[in-house]
T-cell receptor, first 116, second 115 residues
Framework: DGGITQSPKYLFRKEGQNVTLSCEQN?????MYWYRQDPGQGLRLIYY???????QKGDIAEGYSVSREKKESFPLTVTSAQKNPTAFYLC???????????????FGPGTRLTVL | AQSVTQLDSQVPVFEEAPVELRCNYS??????LFWYVQYPNQGLQLLLKYLSGSTLVKGINGFEAEFNKSQTSFHLRKPSVHISDTAEYFC?????????????FGSGTRLQVQP
């Protein structure tokens, strides 16, 4: 079955640690995205990538980093510089920037990160 | 830049009653519009989308939405809700041109269906 997988489902981090959240897709999509969700709020864009080896900052990129070395993978690192990292993180992908149906984003199940 | 406003943070409704979840947007360029549903501790599932053509869009689970360009609205409706429709619903837009195509989301509406 095609889809997007995120791991782990739950992640606990100590203060000062970097952690990496995994996102993998087998949909052959060119574009991938990372969003952060906080209680009572919509999703906010952290980073996005239109194609392999290219990525752009979103609205709240400070304290985060990404890489896109393979088409199917877009890992997100939450660094110690992120002051309030406790949140639900969602990864998404879309066919690409062709417009219309190509822009429809499909989401993974999410990773809940808690800072201890 | 785009913005999305979902006026109701919570909507309580009795089972088998109709429901409307409101969504208004603001954008300097033409946009595509989406509704997603999120069940507790899960990712988002696409309900329906408006790309072009007929302004009345039908989606999964009996939901439909109507795009009104003059009022910049994209309200979601269902004629008869079920307990299983209890979830959070997000309205989102993305621009049609070649600019940044990531989704801009509203803050969500929690639909609570009561027996």
């Amino acid at each position: 079955d095609g889809g997007i997988t995120q791991s782990p489902k739950y992640l606990f981090r100590k203060e000062g640690q970097n952690v990496t959240l995994s996102c993998e897709q087998n949909l052959n999509h060119d574009a991938m995205y990372w969003y952060r969700q906080d209680p009572g709020q919509g999703l906010r864009l952290i980073y996005y990538s239109q194609i392999v080896n290219d990525f752009q900052k979103g609205d709240i990129a400070e304290g985060y980093s990404v890489s896109r070395e393979k088409k199917e993978s877009f890992p997100l690192t939450v660094t110690s510089a992120q002051k309030n990292p406790t949140a639900f993180y969602l990864c998404a992908s879309s066919i690409g920037y062709g417009g219309g149906a190509a822009d429809t984003q499909y989401f993974g199940p999410g990773t809940r990160l808690t800072v201890l | 830049a785009q913005s999305v406003t979902q006026l109701d943070s919570q909507v309580p409704v009795f089972e088998e009653a109709p429901v409307e979840l409101r969504c208004n947007y603001s954008s300097s360029v033409s946009v595509y519009l989406f509704w997603y549903v999120q069940y507790p501790n899960q990712g988002l599932q696409l309900l329906l989308k408006y790309l072009s053509g007929s302004t009345l869009v039908k989606g999964i689970n009996g939901f439909e939405a109507e795009f009104n360009k003059s009022q910049t609205s994209f309200h979601l409706r269902k004629p008869s809700v079920h307990i299983s429709d209890t979830a959070e619903y997000f309205c989102a837009v993305t621009r049609m041109d070649t600019g940044r195509r990531a989704l801009t989301f509203g803050s969500g509406t929690r639909l609570q269906v009561q027996p």
